[in-house]
């Protein structure tokens, strides 16, 4: 009997021996595991991220538009909107349309007032002189200004008719009537307004 209980004995602390080991070597190793885990689910997670913000950065990044740099605008949105996008060229186009609308005010309200000063007996020769040469640049910047307006103004309610808003579509199609002369010309812009209104109004084929 004695035999027997020192055997039970040795065989439990045989036993408690090894899940001491083994226990010892679990502090060891789960601490260890749980870091790497942690480690590789976080670059799992954050790298998506990481790139989403990058490409949400590039893709929101909008450049202020200025005479230097309208051409190259126009061309990219151009571009854009061959690839069959509407959202990224839209956001370039109403840029661009403000800026034209506020240079066209700007040019044509001094335009307005050099001309008055011209004829103005008060005007000294100093003055006609250096009023003929800004009248003359205004002279170029209108034409340029009012083609790139027309040109964005349609353009705009064109992505408006793709996008599926029909009210803003019509807003910036009618204004295009408008600021552009009239032509009968299938390509012109005044005829393509009129056959986005039409299909915007349930009117194709009516006139």
Known sequence: MQNFITHVRENMSHKAGRCSRIFHGLRVVLPLLAFLILLFS????SAPAQKQARKSSASSK??????????TALKTADDMMRRGE???????????????????YTVKFFQSHYEKAVNDPATTQDEREDIH???????????????????????????????????????????????TTFSTRKDSICIKAKTLLLGLYGLEGEF
């Not at 990224?88 to 349309?97: D, E, M, Q, T």
Request: hydrophobic share 40%.
């Open 133 to 179: 040469i800004k009248l003359k640049s205004m002279g170029q910047l209108v034409p340029k200004y009012n083609h790139i307006r027309e040109v964005t103004t349609y353009n705009i309610g064109y992505l408006y008719t793709k996008k599926g808003d029909s009210e803003k579509a019509r807003k910036y199609l009618t204004e295009v009537l408008d600021i």
């Open 86 to 104: 509407i959202d990224n060229p839209l956001r370039i186009l109403l840029g661009v349309y403000d800026y034209s609308k506020d240079v066209l």
């Open 62 to 71: 909008v450049i202020a538009i200025n005479d230097a740099n309208i051409q």
């Open 42 to 45: 976080h670059q799992a997670l």
